[in-house]
């Protein structure tokens, strides 16, 4: 194994530990509401804190640290995230558990914005799309085992162990970058230019592309577990096995999309718009059949991490010598419309209409996909595209 794949599998190790951690209390909220005295409903606000964390807290680290050299601030977040974890294990009360969560928060955006940055810098250009897949795998290996073990490991142990066990695994992925990642100048870019370039036209109607496009696979697959019992007639344990295939799914649909947008960010990012319009809005027809809910659930996972690469690397591509700061926005876009979904499809739930979430995904989605046009011009050239932005005007 060479040493640019060496770092780029240490980085998508950080993004498991982050990615898991993102999701892992989720699974947990009856339990911390119990040991901590509070309702479930309360417990839940950890989960806003920390997704407002990212959106918000994780541009501002990501802009205070513009400056420093990528090694040691990839360690110090990690650190930071460590630290935000075992104030969580160690949480006397639901105060101190907020005060955890969201100093781990702070780091999430930064960091993987650091380590896409990064592992795009360790690799050859035509290699960008399939090294910013790879790191971003560790989210969709966090959704396939880390929050699944973290959470039976919870029910079992109680709800702190959990996230003792993520202190140590931030550490241990700590350890691991220290070992080796290089050493690197620091950026050039300022502040001001990494700003300056963020709110560029292109970069703003890409991050609006991430909000927007992926909410829509958010909206059904918040509600996917009701969807498989209530709707399908799922059992609970073929409903936890089909979530295994939907994250084996997302596993591939990553790697694959990663090597696509090597070829055409802009067709793959359209590509896959598209063929989630067409899997969300099948929904409601797909859903009341178990062999076709089968492959729903199989396409939706391949489709709904696709994303991922082909629109980091559309930033990555527009910001060219400053990204950090872009990339980490673009990093809470994607949690941003994560909780826009939940939200809508909550909204759809509540109203009885759980069967339908589909197509208020599919039309979310499709707003995604026009918005992906504006974002990259099909009348544009794949050359003009491709050329690093400090070196070509600037787009309006």
Known sequence: MNNSRVIVAALCAGVFVVGTSEYLVAGLLPQVGDSLGISVGAAGQVVTAYALGVVIGGPLVAAATARLPRRPLALGLMLLFAAGSAVSAWA??????LAGRVLSSFSHAAFVASALVTATRVVPPERAGRAIAAVASGFTVATLLGVPIGALLGERAGWRIPFVVLTALALAATAMLA???????APSASLRAETRLLIRGPVLLTVLTTAVGTSGAATVFTYIAPLLTRIAGFSAPAVSALLLA???GSFAGNLIAGRLTDRSLGGTIRAVFGGLVGVLAAVP???????SAVLLVLLLGLLATATIAPLQGIVLRYAGAAPTLAVAVNVGAFNLGNAMGSAIGGAIVAAGALRWTGFAGALLTLIGLALSYAA?????TADEFLEPAATRPART
């Open 92 to 97: 006397p009360d639901f105060a101190v558990l």
């Open 179 to 185: 070992a080796v990642l290089p050493d690197q100048e």
């Open 246 to 248: 939907y994250g084996g």
């Open 285 to 291: 027809v797909a859903v009341v059949w178990q062999p």
């Open 376 to 380: 990259v011009p099909r009348s544009g």
